[in-house]
């Protein structure tokens, strides 16, 4: 069975002679959650808007696979702001209707339902009656998702829809969007910058980077082979591991010894403060005890400690020397 | 699940027949008001100067006060829906100066030396107006394809204006005194100058222009999220934007041609019914503000006539009374005023 939903040939994208992407052929599938990661300024918006059919392309084309009228099959969430009082929530989400409605924009049950519909999706219900100028930015972003949704269209694009959230939103917006694409089976393109939000929601990543190209793969393949450290030139952090490198800045080596959680954040805490932890015989030695609900350091044997702050004074002064 | 409150829309239409009976009611001649409902209930009365007065006088000019003030709102909330600003109206963007520079060419080219029409009729002064109306409207549009910034617009849009506004002073000097006078006239605004067939006219304009705003309603509710997701929801923005221009031009048109430059109503009006009716819908919209536009002018209309009096204010200048402090009030009380 056929399940790509929309499709690319040759695609170039760009304003006159100013070219962002060149002959691209990119495809988006049913069910599919992809993430389309870049440096910023590389055209991430233009690509989307592209596909949307919001701006004409340089050469080439984008194909949807159906006849019926593009609105109808293909909605965005993009980054252009929406201001303005006097509109509730659950006025503007309807909005999301008007491709299916005729000029009096009157809505009928069937449209009404897709509009709840589209609300439990988000969980925005309580929110139905305020205004929008009442929402905080996270839910304002919800609520344009729902919008979209109401629209009950295949493909959704999505401008970062991300941007200026705290993580918790970020978190929410990604799980909500995976699951669209497993409950509901629609395509969805999302253009973010959060890459471990990413890698660890996305079935397959375009990442845009150099020579006008784009580059497409799972995430892990893309890890492995080295192409996110290409496009996006870490400075000091290692995506094989997902963590930021600390130079060793001391001469003290501490062995540490311990389990879960307690062994992880202390690691990390000695490595930030630039000390170099290690499994074996070292100059010094902490081991990490668990018992009752009370974590303990013993460090060397000698000293006991109750937290990692006193652990790191500990060994502060010596440091100085 | 119905996301307008239907309730508040009653109160409105009430008002709006209580201000018009009242408003017919009061003049410079004391009618006892046992008498105007029996000669609007079609009687003779106890005088018959009663009758006539009601009937040619005070029935025109309340009926001019509907459909101007109807026609200046309906304008004033596709302006500030279509620029997506609180401040768009028909006499901020120029467009009334526009207006006054085509109808002062009509009454003093005869001065300047350009004989452009020997006697103007109602239809040429409209005709003038509109397309004063419409010229400075497309400019202001066409400066708006390539700016994309409302607030730029906004300030071009007063700047045009003020063009026009210099234009009309430089014909002004250059022309006779008995021509200024009646352009003078103009300016200050009327709405007791209109017979039957004048009032037809402006009638038949509201209508038009009236039917191509409700018929654009699924656009004007796009539109609030900007001209990218109305594209998306597929609406043709190239065309709305047009029709939204041409039917807010002839509503402005007309009832500047009429009645003169009135301010204030097609800004403040909006604003006012929104505070009233908290929904963005233009289906519910567009009847509200034409009944509160009504309202509104049937009320300047009865301060003017200063009750008790023989003197009739310019409404010009009692529009702008009423509506600069309400306009304040709003942005203070809400700390800032969106669209």
């Known amino acids: 069975m056929n399940t790509t939903v929309l499709s690319t040939h040759k695609l170039t994208v760009g304003y006159g002679r100013h070219i962002l992407f060149q002959d691209l052929d990119l495809k988006l599938e049913k069910g599919k959650l992809v993430c389309f990661m870049g440096p910023n300024g590389v055209g991430k918006s233009s690509l989307i808007r592209t596909l949307a059919g919001l701006q004409k392309s340089s050469s080439g084309e984008v194909t949807l696979f159906s006849k019926d009228e593009i609105h109808r099959q293909l909605a965005v969430v993009l980054t252009d702001r929406v201001v303005g009082s006097n509109m509730k929530v659950g006025e503007l989400i309807s909005i999301g209707r008007y491709p299916h409605l005729n000029w009096t924009a009157q809505l009928t049950d069937a449209d009404k339902a897709a509009v709840t519909d589209a609300i439990n999706k988000v969980h925005l219900s309580a929110l139905l009656d305020k205004d929008i100028n009442e929402l905080s930015d996270g839910q304002l972003q919800m609520a344009m998702i729902a919008r979209a949704l109401a629209q009950d269209t295949p493909v959704i694009l999505m401008d970062e829809p991300t941007a200026h959230l705290d993580l918790n939103n970020r978190l929410e917006i990604m799980k909500v969007l995976l699951q669209l694409t497993r409950t509901m089976n629609k395509a969805i393109l999302v253009s973010t910058h959060e890459l471990d939000l990413a890698l660890q929601t996305a079935d397959e990543i375009w990442l845009a980077g150099n020579n006008k ?32 490198q600390h130079e060793v800045r001391h001469s003290i080596d501490i062995e540490l010894i311990g389990q879960g959680h307690e062994l992880l954040w202390t690691k990390n805490a000695l490595e930030r403060n630039g000390y170099a932890v290690r499994n074996d015989q070292s100059s010094h030695r902490i081991v990490i005890k668990v018992s009752e609900g009370r974590t303990q350091w013993h460090v060397d044997d000698l000293v006991t400690f109750s937290s990692i702050k006193e652990v790191l004074e500990h060994f502060a002064p010596a440091v100085s020397h | 699940m119905e996301f307008t409150a239907r309730k508040r829309l009653i109160v409105l239409p009430l008002l709006l027949v209580v201000l018009f009976v009242l408003n017919i009611s009061l003049g410079s001649v004391l009618i006892p008001f046992g008498d105007v409902l029996s000669i609007l209930a079609g009687k003779e009365g106890n005088n018959p100067v009663w009758f006539d007065i009601v009937w040619d006088f005070r ?39 526009g207006a006054s520079l085509a109808v002062s060419l009509i009454f003093m080219s005869q001065a300047s030396g350009l004989q452009l029409i020997s006697s103007p009729s109602p239809w040429a002064v409209v005709t003038a107006a509109s397309i004063g109306c419409g010229l400075v409207f497309i400019i202001v549009l066409g400066i708006s394809h390539r700016l994309n910034d409302n607030t730029s617009l906004l300030i071009i849009g007063l ?56 018929s654009l309603t699924k656009s004007l509710n796009a539109w609030f999220l900007g001209e990218n997701y109305s594209r998306s929801l597929g609406v043709n923005t190239r065309l709305s934007r047009v029709l939204i221009i041409l039917s807010a031009c002839l509503l402005t048109g007309a009832v500047t041609a009429f009645c003169g430059p009135i301010a204030f109503v097609g800004l403040a009006v909006p604003h006012l019914t929104k505070l009233l009716i908290k929904t963005n819908n233009h289906r519910v919209l567009i009847p509200a503000v034409t009944v509160a536009g009504a309202a509104l002018m049937l009320f300047c209309d009865i301060i003017a006539q200063l009750p008790g009096s023989s003197y009739i204010l310019p409404i010009n200048a009692i529009t702008a009374l009423i509506g600069a402090p309400v306009v304040i009030s709003i942005i203070i009380k809400a700390k800032r005023i969106t669209v």
């Open chain 1, 213 to 244: 190209s784009i580059l497409r793969g799972i995430p892990e393949d893309l890890v492995l082979n080295g192409a996110f450290d290409d496009v996006f030139r870490f400075k000091g952090f290692d995506l094989r591991t997902g963590k930021v």
């Open chain 2, 59 to 97: 029935m025109t000019k309340g009926l001019t006060c509907v459909l101007a003030g109807s026609a200046l709102a309906i304008a004033g909330l596709l302006m500030q829906t279509l620029f997506r600003n609180a401040l768009a109206g028909p006499d901020v963007l120029g467009l009334s100066s």
């Open chain 2, 159 to 214: 700047m045009i204006g003020a063009t026009a506004s210099s234009l009309v002073s430089v014909l002004e000097y250059l022309s006779k005194a008995e021509d200024q006078q009646s352009f003078l006239m103009w300016t200050f605004g009327s709405l007791g100058g209109l017979n039957w067939k004048e009032l037809q006219v402006l009638a038949i304009a509201l209508i038009i222009a009236g039917a191509l705003a409700i």
